[in-house]
Nanobody
Framework: QLQLVESGGGLVQAGGSLRLSCTASGRSLSNYVLGWWRQAPGKERELVSAITWSEGLTYYDDSVKGRFATSRDNARNTVYLQMNSLMPEDTAVYLC??????????????WGQGTQVTVSS
């Protein structure tokens, strides 16, 4: 069973930065894609970024392109989400999730508990 634990959320002023971490355990990630999702109150959960564990190929939603960056540390089994130029609309619970590479984005099977990010104006 793959387990994911996020950390790094908090309160930051608009224009500030935060780095989220997601550490995985339980199985090899070599065939997985790690995604960062977020859910704001009253809104649907959305995928903001993803990275293939083996090659480090990345995806970004248009809303975060140029501001967020996803990376991974193979030795630490950890994926990071560096968030810069944060805006109040980035306020949400951020969740790390994993799916088998090639699976549809609706098939993220493993989820962390989430970490709150609040951006004040």
């Amino acid at each position: 069973q793959l387990q994911l634990v996020e950390s790094g959320g908090g309160l930051v002023q608009a224009g500030g930065s935060l780095r989220l971490s997601c550490t995985a355990s339980g199985r090899s990630l070599s065939n997985y894609v790690l995604g960062w999702w977020r859910q704001a109150p009253g809104k649907e959960r959305e995928l903001v970024s993803a990275i293939t564990w083996s090659e480090g190929l990345t995806y970004y939603d248009d809303s975060v392109k140029g501001r967020f960056a996803t990376s991974r540390d193979n030795a630490r089994n950890t994926v990071y989400l560096q968030m810069n130029s944060l805006m109040p609309e980035d306020t949400a619970v951020y969740l790390c999730a994993a799916k088998v590479r090639g699976a549809d984005r609706s098939e993220y099977r493993y989820w962390g508990q989430g970490t709150q990010v609040t951006v004040s104006s």
